[in-house]
């Protein structure tokens, strides 16, 4: 799964980078994207320890964001399960439709 910042790509995403660049704003810059293709993608933005995230799974009735922020260890384990590509990756959290 490819990964990318603000500041660029950066290949393949690994667990221990993912955790980086949460724990460290001048690294990840304004967001980390974790993408399958130009149309299915997990994004998020923050600063702190609190973070939106956002994700698209195909097309545009399939975008949704998270209703609330969280925090960096909940992002991470989110972003984990995202990377294996889990069935029930974003279960456990309130999604919002954005169409």
């Known amino acids: 799964m ?7 790509s950066e290949g393949s995403a690994t667990a221990e980078r993912i955790q980086e660049l949460i724990q460290d704003e001048s ?12 149309d299915r993608y997990f994004q998020t933005t923050g600063m ?7 994700y698209r799974d195909g ?3 399939q ?7 969280i925090k960096g260890s909940e992002l991470y384990e989110l972003m ?11 279960s456990g959290h309130k ?4 169409s």
């Not at 984990?80 to 974003?90: G, T």
């Open 80 to 90: 984990l399960r995202y990377l294996n590509q889990e069935a029930d990756w974003h």
């Open 48 to 54: 702190d320890d609190e973070f939106h995230a956002e």
């Open 59 to 61: 097309s545009a009735d």
């Open 63 to 69: 975008h949704f964001i998270l209703r609330s922020p």
């Open 27 to 38: 690294q990840r810059g304004d967001y980390i994207i974790l993408s399958q293709a130009d």
């Open 95 to 98: 999604w919002q439709s954005l």
């Open 2 to 8: 490819k990964l990318e910042t603000s500041k660029g």
